[in-house]
């Protein structure tokens, strides 16, 4: 059983380009959630998909970023025109409901805006 | 609102020693679940347990041990005769829905 999986590990990048993250979650679990996590902080709640249907974005999802999940399996999050403030660990898990519903990690994405 | 707070930021503590990592939340709600998850200098988030609110139960797996008070709103883990394979980031977490509520985290060093 292979856990979460996240592509790239590091991202750098120039402040106000695009960049894209992909997330591919244990393969039959149904919800898929993005974190971001910031140096000394616990993780915070980005969004969160239910086989294809994003459910839930947090006031933290600004208009520059957008997640999709397309066939209910694999996500990708995207950030447009990032800012320094945008550097961060982009963390992606995945649970199986109904269930234990019980987040499983993945080892993230490091972003750094230069 | 739900709230998580780890007061201890870091620890420092011999191997063979026993640790505990401290945890206070806050929830309105009577139905919530509480988590411990340990992040190594790796990064990735590991699982070590799920509480409900019903179920006060003390629990115990291996060296780990977690203390679960609702008079407190406490949910407190301790590990006994640390290694230095437990050296990490530990986090506690509310989950009250479909979201979880981080602490900050507790960075616990055991030396050799």
């Known amino acids: 059983d292979t856990g979460v999986s996240q592509n790239p590990r590091h991202k750098i990048t120039k402040r106000g380009q695009n960049v894209t993250f992909r997330c591919d979650p244990i393969s039959e679990h149904n919800r898929l959630y993005w974190y971001r996590q910031t140096l000394g902080q616990g993780p915070e709640f980005l969004t969160y998909?239910?086989?294809?249907?994003?459910?839930?974005k947090s006031r933290l999802l600004s208009d520059r970023f957008s997640a999709e999940r397309p066939k209910g399996s694999f996500s990708t999050l995207e950030i447009q025109r990032t800012e320094q403030g945008d550097s961060a660990m982009y963390l992606c898990?995945?649970?199986?409901?109904?269930?234990?519903?019980?987040?499983?990690f993945g080892a993230g994405t490091r972003l750094s805006v230069l | 609102a739900q709230k998580v707070t780890q007061a201890q930021t870091e620890i420092s503590v011999v191997e063979k020693e026993d640790v505990t990592l401290d945890c206070v939340y806050e929830?309105?709600?009577?139905?919530?679940?509480l988590f411990w998850y340990k992040q190594p200098p790796s990064g990735e988030l590991v699982f070590l347990i799920r509480r409900n609110s019903f179920d006060e139960q003390n629990e115990i797996s291996g060296r780990y041990s977690w203390n679960f008070q609702k008079s407190t709103s406490s949910f407190n883990f301790t590990i006994t005769a640390s290694q230095v394979v437990d050296s990490a980031v530990y986090f506690c977490a509310l989950s009250e829905s479909n979201d979880m509520r981080f602490g900050a985290g507790t960075r616990l060093t055991v030396k050799p």
């Open positions: 929830t309105r709600d009577t139905t919530y679940y």
């Open positions: 898990a995945s649970s199986l409901v109904p269930g234990k519903n019980i987040q499983y």
């Open positions: 998909f239910q086989n294809e249907a994003q459910l839930e």
